[in-house]
């Protein structure tokens, strides 16, 4: 079975600095695909960054960049110049077909 | 804002009693899953439809939970006889399909209290 494991519960960053969540899922397959999720306080799940399998080239979406190690099972999110409004729960996802496996989650506080 | 929408956005019931969510996916897509929330855990999936057709439901949406489509446009989500531990906030998302890893959208939630 797929399993997705954010050993993080919780994470804070000092405005404008760097900070690197965990992520690590289990899966017998080769080609799938990897999500991060974002969902502020009492507002819905928006998609962060997306990362096929097949890719060896990490995503990066302007300020948010994952490091994809395929064989390590690991898929980090990376977040450069912390804004306030990343103040959110991150949620690491794992996605073979249509059923899409999340991770807990790690709540990240951004201090100003 | 033509994104996808949930009703209510807050039940509380009695246990016992039935409830029954609706969702209003993106107007084109035709993909649409449930998902059940948990407090501090992630999204866990219940069931999916592609167009009309429920093509898929997780071993968590048990005979009380049923789903439908019907004509692919909104979807309804109704759990007969609720119990306590069904609190919990249940997330609907669409997408265009039909080839993977096409991008989920997700609604606000229906947040259900099973006192």
């Known amino acids: 079975a797929q399993t997705v494991t954010q050993s993080q519960p919780e994470m804070s960053v000092q405005e404008a600095e760097t900070v690197t969540l965990s992520c690590t899922y289990d899966t017998s397959e080769s080609d799938y695909y990897l999500f991060w999720y974002k969902q502020p306080p009492s507002r819905q799940m928006i998609l962060v960054i997306r990362q096929e399998a097949y890719k060896q080239q990490n995503a990066t979406e302007n300020r948010f960049s994952v490091n994809f190690q395929k064989a390590a099972k690991s898929f980090s999110l990376k977040i450069s110049d912390s804004q306030l409004g990343d103040a959110a729960m991150y949620f690491c996802?794992?996605?073979?077909?249509?059923?899409?496996?999340f991770g807990a989650g790690t709540r990240l506080t951004v201090k100003p | 804002d033509t994104g996808v929408s949930q009703n209510p956005r807050h039940k509380i019931t009695k246990r016992g009693q039935n409830v029954t969510f609706r969702c209003d996916p993106i107007?084109?897509?035709?993909?649409l899953y449930w998902y059940r929330q948990t407090l501090g855990q992630g999204p866990e999936f219940l069931t999916y439809?592609?167009?009309?057709?429920?093509?898929?439901k997780s071993r968590l949406l048990s005979d009380r939970f049923s789903a439908e489509r019907p004509k692919g446009s909104f979807s309804t989500l109704e759990i007969q006889r609720t119990e306590q531990g069904d609190s919990a906030m249940y997330l609907c998302?669409?997408?265009?399909?039909?080839?993977?890893?096409?991008?989920?959208?997700f609604g606000p939630g229906t947040r259900l209290t099973v006192l």
């Open positions: 998302a669409s997408s265009l399909g039909p080839f993977v890893p096409d991008t989920q959208y």
């Open positions: 107007s084109e897509h035709n993909r």
């Open positions: 996802a794992y996605r073979l077909s249509n059923d899409m496996r």
């Open positions: 439809f592609q167009n009309e057709a429920q093509l898929e």
